[in-house]
């Protein structure tokens, strides 16, 4: 989680993005921005304090878009696992197909000059989330069994959607988007199968793998997505032994607008506090809701 942009923030770096895919980052200015904004040059510097961090804010904005539209599907609970898995890879390949002009230009930018230290740090968070993300997709779809294996069918499944989207990119690979990504899931199945045939030592122990992650993992990243705590706070409501139907509903109401609420910009506060006020008043719930209250400080600060 990040903080919330504000509507003039976005303006800003949806402007940028289409600046950069055309002339370059290097080739456009700020005084540029600003004028394709409609604002002036102070007034945008009022909102990134130079183009380092603009550049730095674009690369938070496209990752944050993508995990805000792959959370909404955790939100689908019915559907199953695999499922899941193959429309949010639709989603991961939607998202780069949109940017692509802009994310060569980025890629050509930083062939020729090198990867300086804000691309290497934000490149090795994405990298690390990413794979913390496909392990958790592993075991929910083959079990626990998987656990050994899991570093290797991460790096599987991020290798192949790397490369296909590389070429993707370089117009090399052509078939629709939902067929692509039918066949990623499918690969991702023989794989699974194999080593779960053939029982090999994995390469890495599991928990070195662990080691790896949990060692370089940001302490902002460990923080939950609010749809995925939502998510669970509704089967918890479900399952509380005597509530009565007309609470239960009362409560799973309650995160259907915190739900919704949250696609505003900016929430609104009253909304926010007032919902979860009244889902405070289930004990079993007052957890999950203490995590919320930390997220939502982001929104409400």
């Known amino acids: 989680m990040v903080h919330p942009l504000t509507d003039k923030q976005k303006q800003i770096i949806q402007t940028a993005i289409q600046l950069f895919s055309s002339k370059g980052s290097s080739g456009t200015s700020m005084q540029e921005i600003a004028e394709y904004c409609g604002i002036s040059k102070g007034s945008l510097y009022l909102q990134f304090k130079s183009k380092e961090e603009l550049e730095k804010n674009i690369l938070i904005y496209c ?13 689908e609970s019915s559907l199953p696992p695999r499922e899941m898995l193959q429309k949010q890879t639709e989603l991961i390949l939607s998202h780069v197909l949109e940017l692509r002009e ?39 779809l083959y079990g626990e069994e998987i656990s050994p294996y899991t570093l290797d069918l991460s790096l599987v ?9 590389r070429l993707m990119m370089g117009d090399m690979l052509k078939p629709g988007i939902p067929e692509m990504a039918a066949h990623l899931v499918q690969l991702l199945d023989d794989a699974a199968e194999s080593v779960l045939r053939r029982r090999p ?3 890495l122990p599991e928990s070195q793998w662990l080691d790896l ?34 609470k239960t509903e009362n409560a799973l109401d309650a995160i259907r607008m915190l739900e919704e609420e949250l696609l505003h910009s900016p929430p609104r506060k ?26 939502f400080g982001l929104y409400l600060n």
């Not at 007032?274 to 999950?288: F, H, I, T, V």
């Open 201 to 203: 030592s994995p390469l």
């Open 270 to 295: 009253v909304v926010l506090l007032g919902m979860m006020n009244l889902l405070e008043e289930l004990e079993s719930m007052q957890p999950a809701c203490a995590e919320l209250r930390e997220l």
């Open 63 to 75: 990752a944050q878009t993508l995990v805000d539209d792959i959370m909404k599907v955790e939100r």
């Open 213 to 246: 992650l949990n060692k370089n993992a940001d302490p902002h990243d460990t923080r939950r997505h609010p749809l995925v705590i939502m998510k669970e706070m509704k089967q918890q409501i479900r399952s509380i032994p005597d509530l009565p139907p007309p």
């Open 157 to 165: 499944m991020d290798g192949l959607l790397s490369a296909y989207i």
């Open 102 to 140: 802009y994310l060569m230009m980025l890629l050509k930018e930083m062939a020729g000059k090198g990867h300086d230290g804000l691309h290497k740090e934000l490149m090795l968070r994405f990298q690390l989330n990413t794979l913390r993300w496909f392990r958790s997709k592993v075991i929910a």
